[in-house]
T-cell receptor
Framework: GNSVTQMEGPVTLSEEAFLTINCTYTATGYPSLFWYVQYPGEGLQLLLKATKADDKGSNKGFEATYRKETTSFHLEKGSVQVSDSAVYFCALFMFSGGYNKLIFGAGTRLAVHP | DVKVTQSSRYLVKRTGEKVFLECVQDMDHENMFWYRQDPGLGLRLIYFSYDVKMKEKGDIPEGYSVSREKKERFSLILESASTNQTSMYLC???????????????FGPGTRLTVL
């Protein structure tokens, strides 16, 4: 079946450090891929997305590239800020004509210290 | 701005109680969803609805039911709460799907339910 695997957290970084959160997926067909972010006390917000192979999603300094050959969608940011502290979820969506849903990874907590 | 609101941020109930979680969206979305969020498990879909009075089971529907009498409102019901239903519950909504197109799901802030 379809699934998403994320690196386990928590990830603890100093401000201005480089961030990578790994995400790989298993899917039959060609899913769309997403990163959602959940700030403390809030619901999830869409951070970025990519709908086909080699697409790069970007937003707020975060980037992720849809790599079909490695079935990956790693999240990166060149210089993190304290305000980036949150839980990050990788997810995939497939429109199969039947049961359509988002499939989420377990989430990775990021803590950024000044 | 899309707004999805949930009736409570925190709720404490006793085992065996009937629990209602309410969700309201103001964007005239056709689709509404209930997820539960647990550490290490991510979000798991409980139920979703693609129209008024329509519902579909998600991955973990056991112990839950839902009601959608109006387009903007989607309720999650725990008929007899148990301690293993202690969790964060998230509601979401989206416009209707068309073939090959994903429409963003907008999430509420969540209800943290504790069952004692």
């Amino acid at each position: 079946g379809n699934s998403v695997t994320q690196m386990e957290g928590p990830v603890t970084l100093s401000e201005e450090a480089f961030l990578t959160i790994n995400c790989t997926y298993t899917a039959t067909g060609y899913p769309s891929l997403f990163w959602y972010v959940q700030y403390p006390g809030e619901g999830l917000q869409l951070l970025l997305k990519a709908t086909k192979a080699d697409d790069k999603g970007s937003n707020k300094g975060f980037e992720a590239t849809y790599r079909k050959e490695t079935t990956s969608f790693h999240l990166e940011k060149g210089s993190v800020q304290v305000s980036d502290s949150a839980v990050y979820f990788c997810a995939l969506f497939m429109f199969s004509g039947g049961y359509n849903k988002l499939i989420f990874g377990a989430g990775t907590r990021l803590a950024v210290h000044p | 701005d899309v707004k999805v609101t949930q009736s409570s941020r925190y709720l404490v109930k006793r085992t065996g109680e009937k629990v209602f979680l309410e969700c309201v969206q103001d964007m005239d979305h056709e689709n509404m969803f209930w997820y539960r969020q647990d550490p290490g498990l991510g979000l798991r879909l409980i139920y979703f609805s693609y129209d008024v009075k329509m519902k579909e089971k998600g991955d973990i529907p056991e112990g839950y039911s839902v009601s959608r009498e109006k387009k903007e409102r989607f309720s999650l019901i725990l008929e007899s709460a148990s301690t293993n239903q202690t969790s964060m519950y998230l509601c979401a909504s989206s416009s209707t799907w068309t073939s090959g197109t994903y429409n963003e799901q907008f999430f509420g802030p969540g209800t943290r339910l504790t069952v004692l």
